[in-house]
């Protein structure tokens, strides 16, 4: 008696097996298939940097923490959606990769070991998305050479304690430069060079600002109004503030 199943209940079948298995392995499956579609399009981009044990097994893979991919690796786009899937990086340096498009929030929002950051080098345009600046662990930001075109203004409350060095230069951010990028606890490093930002510098005498501040980069912007060193008296470690190449300043 040969066993049969009308096709109905066979996909329902399958169906049940598929969820199961998702229960059971669910996140380590989401990891192993994004790193095989970064594979693959790594492959298909001919890029010298497929790391070789990639060919061999994705097992153990799923704990990657460092993933360097700079340079011209034509991978495509939709890369950082699957980049977004691997909760263990650590380190991602997508530099000079020729990608496009903009930034969204919900590829950034699982990365919670996350502290170095490079995607400077591409053609991302829009907003920059806050979930960046929200990331518990994050350190270092490079979104320098792109064409993004917003900060977002994030309140205190959510900034995360760590974040250490921003690099947003050499992109079209217009507008005016939120306040709350001062008050990061940690910040050493600012550079917001060579945009279109306008209006005051958004300190004064009161600003809560990070005592850690080293280096503010501000040249070659469109900002103007007063601008008074008294405001930083209290950060003792600062070396530099380049304020050279904006519109007006009036400096006291
Ligand atoms: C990759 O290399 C193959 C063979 O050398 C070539 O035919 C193909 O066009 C290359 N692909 C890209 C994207 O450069
Ligand atoms: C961003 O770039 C993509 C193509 O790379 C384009 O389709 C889109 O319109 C651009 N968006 C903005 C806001 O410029
Ligand atoms: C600067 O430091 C002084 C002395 O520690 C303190 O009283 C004052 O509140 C600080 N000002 C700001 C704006 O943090």
Known sequence: MSCYLPLGTMLWVLCVLQLMFYMAFGCVVEERIALMRIRSSLVGANSSKVPESWGRTLQGLTKLRYLDLSGNCLIGNNMLDSLGKLASL?????????????????????LKNLRELRIGSNQFNGSIPASLFELPRLEYLDLSGNLLQHIPITSPSNLPLLLREIHLEFNQLSGSIPASLFGLPRLEYLDLSWNHLQGHMPISSSSNLSPSLKIIKLPRNNLNGLFDFFWLRNCTMLKKVDLSGNADWQLM
Not at 99 to 107: E, F, I, P, V
């Open 90 to 110: 650590e380190v991602i340096d997508i530099d000079s990769c020729r990608m496009s498009g903009s930034l969204q929030s919900s590829d950034f929002i699982n």
